[in-house]
T-cell receptor, first 115, second 117 residues
Framework: AQSVTQLDSHVSVSEGTPVLLRCNYSSSYSPSLFWYVQHPNKGLQLLLKYTSAATLVKGINGFEAEFKKSETSFHLTKPSAHMSDAAEYFCVVSDRRGGGNKLTFGTGTQLKVEL | EPEVTQTPSHQVTQMGQEVILRCVPISNHLYFYWYRQILGQKVEFLVSFYNNEISEKSEIFDDQFSVERPDGSNFTLKIRSTKLEDSAMYFC???????????????FGPGTRLTVL
């Protein structure tokens, strides 16, 4: 079975400082990993994904994540936070068995950005 | 850019009533999904659908739930007799066929907030 653990339910940063949202995964197969963002009262938007190509993945809005197989981690980072980054972030793993590709979500990390 | 759309954005119903949530996936996508997010909890997989049949379903997706692609564009989730615990945000998602680029990515709609009274 696959699972995702997001280590922090809430992260608070000051505008202009780095962001680190932590994610560890468990999967019996070579996983596909994603980060999705959910702004208040909005749907789920894909930030970036890892699908067995480059281990450092760049996404939208300056976010990036590094796949580290030895640590089973896929942490999300951004060098400089902006107020508009305040949202909930979900680390997600995809199960490719059977072709269904169902997604398993982490519990989410609420990012707060302060002035 | 093509988007997944969902209607209605908010549905209020009485316990025991039937509801149908509607989704229009991205037009060239072939895999369709429903997920739900109970308030304060994580997003949970309900069902995946391909080639006019369910390919996988979760334990949540019991006999009260059904899915259908009635006309080649819409993808619906029906709950036959709603319970209080069905109150949640329901997300539809779609994915391309398994050839070419970007086949792993599921694109989500904005969600339908279902409130069961």
């Amino acid at each position: 079975a696959q699972s995702v653990t997001q280590l922090d339910s809430h992260v608070s940063v000051s505008e202009g400082t780095p962001v680190l949202l932590r994610c560890n995964y468990s999967s019996s197969y070579s996983p596909s990993l994603f980060w999705y963002v959910q702004h208040p009262n909005k749907g789920l938007q894909l930030l970036l994904k890892y699908t067995s190509a480059a281990t450092l993945v760049k996404g939208i809005n300056g976010f990036e994540a590094e796949f580290k197989k030895s640590e089973t981690s896929f942490h999300l980072t951004k060098p400089s936070a902006h107020m508009s980054d305040a949202a909930e972030y979900f680390c997600v793993v995809s199960d490719r068995r059977g072709g269904g590709n169902k997604l398993t979500f982490g519990t989410g990390t609420q990012l707060k950005v302060e002035l | 850019e093509p988007e997944v759309t969902q209607t209605p954005s908010h549905q209020v119903t009485q316990m025991g009533q039937e509801v149908i949530l509607r989704c229009v996936p991205i037009s060239n996508h072939l895999y369709f999904y429903w997920y739900r997010q109970i308030l304060g909890q994580k997003v949970e997989f309900l069902v995946s659908f391909y080639n006019n049949e369910i390919s996988e379903k979760s334990e949540i997706f019991d006999d009260q739930f059904s899915v259908e692609r009635p006309d080649g564009s819409n993808f619906t989730l029906k709950i036959r007799s709603t319970k209080l615990e069905d109150s949640a945000m329901y997300f539809c998602a779609s994915r391309k066929r398994d050839l070419g680029k970007d086949t792993d990515t599921q694109y989500f709609g904005p969600g339908t907030r279902l409130t069961v009274l």
